[in-house]
């Protein structure tokens, strides 16, 4: 179950490693060692206790990346698409394992209508955010930061969503989450456009709109091209949020 951004990413740790435990509970294989890249984080330690898995049943191969076995399993990834793994069984997966009855009575408490912040990231970060927050605040908008919440509630807060604003993100994963028919608008820097946000929509019966960023010079532009910061025009959110009929 080791996988390449597995251990640091939210989106590749939920579609990399814990929707594939789906394709091993589908056989009769009995598994004595799970192989992790890394569990120490708290929504790596969530997930393993979600799936059943024990803590003596689990190697880290960055504690131990030489290992000797007499069988190896590898769950493959199905339904590549540049280079990512989506599909809709992966999606409901996620949906049944972390959509508890509990986090669904939590529902009516939750705001209806929300926007993901990136302020605490290190890239891909909306330089004029608080404009942003300050606009969708008039029209009834909660703006959330997920880093610090538990995988139970970040999917509370999406079933409750109506309409879910974001720039694109790790954080966007949670749309898996949503209900049929919420409105999910993705923002992109104009340098770098993914649609794998739209493919999971599309599994889960959402409906999705882009909004293109304004051009922006900054250092993050240099270093890799998934990173540019984005600076959102407001008259253009507007002209998207209509489009939605969100207002």
Known sequence: MSAKWGEKNYFHWMFDVVARIDLLRRTDIKIDKFIFSSCEKKIQKESLEALG???DKI?????YPHIKAKQLIV??????QRGIWVNKWSCEFLRNLFLKPQNINEVSHRPKRI??????????RVLNEEEVVNLLEKFGFVSLTLESMSIAEQASYMAAAKVVIAPHGAGLTNIVFCSPGTKVIEIFSPKYVNS???RISNFCSLSHYYLLGDFCDNDNLEKQLWAPDIIVNLKQLLKIMELAKVI
């Open 75 to 80: 769950p493959s990834c199905s339904a590549k």
């Open 53 to 55: 898995i024990s803590q």
């Open 59 to 63: 190697i880290e191969s960055r504690l």
């Open 115 to 124: 926007y993901l912040s990136r302020k605490l990231a290190s890239w891909r």
């Open 196 to 198: 794998l946000y739209w």
